[in-house]
């Protein structure tokens, strides 16, 4: 999601509350993530109505929501804080019936932003992952993660431990993971016959945990060592 709401001009005679539910819906329907999605316009109503009734006329004002604020002025999402954050997401969860689909493009996009440098992942996988991850985690949390990850700069940073596994298995479903890693242990120079045993002896759970470790931000070269180095002295002592 953009980082920003635009929000749009507002009537003279309307309360500060109507004026904010105006400026709000304006902004969905002007937001290009949603551009193409064909968000109606009663479904940013209700998002902004949502949203000004979860965070108060108050904390919209001091965001820079009401009736005096200039046409096409931007509020930086990331100034909400973790429950206003979830207050919008549940909104658009809520009022936005194909959220699902926004969803699926924006973790895509997300994905290919910040891929794991050990496996590269093309558009199709990407969006195999994103379709995999909203099956498990449910919307409003994907949103807030979404605005979280702008606010922190990384998406992976703010994912829970089960969200990680939940990210883990998808890439493990999409990707061919396995073939990856052992491409990369060929091209330094080990013979086919060394491969096809660590091959045998490197286990689905082996691989799973090397690839957890690069999600949750640990050293996935330390873990891919301790996980393979058994198999790799069982292969290279034959």
Known sequence: MAGALVLGACGEEQSEEEAMVEAISASILQDETF?????????????????????????????????????EEEIDLTELDDDEVEVLARSMDDCIDDVDDVLVDTVAASILEEPQAT??????QARCVAEA??????????ITIGVQGERSGST?????????????????ACIDVRTILLDGIRASGTADS????????ISDD???????????????A???????????DACTDR
């Open 119 to 124: 496996f590269p992942i093309d558009e199709a």
């Open 222 to 232: 330390a873990t891919a060592q301790r996980i393979l180095s058994p198999a790799v």
């Open 194 to 201: 060394v491969i096809e045993c660590l091959d045998d002896n």
């Open 35 to 71: 551009a193409g999605y064909g968000i109606a316009e009663e479904e940013a109503d209700c998002v902004a109505e949502s949203t000004v009734t979860g965070l108060g006329v108050g904390r919209m004002s001091e965001l820079g929501f009401g009736g005096d604020t200039p046409s």
């Open 156 to 172: 992976v940073s703010d994912l829970r431990p089960a969200e990680i596994d939940v990210f883990a298995d998808a890439y493990t």
């Open 206 to 220: 082996d691989i799973d945990t090397i690839f957890t470790a690069g999600l949750a931000g640990e050293d996935a």
């Open 133 to 142: 991850v909203i099956g498990e985690i449910p919307s409003a949390r994907l």
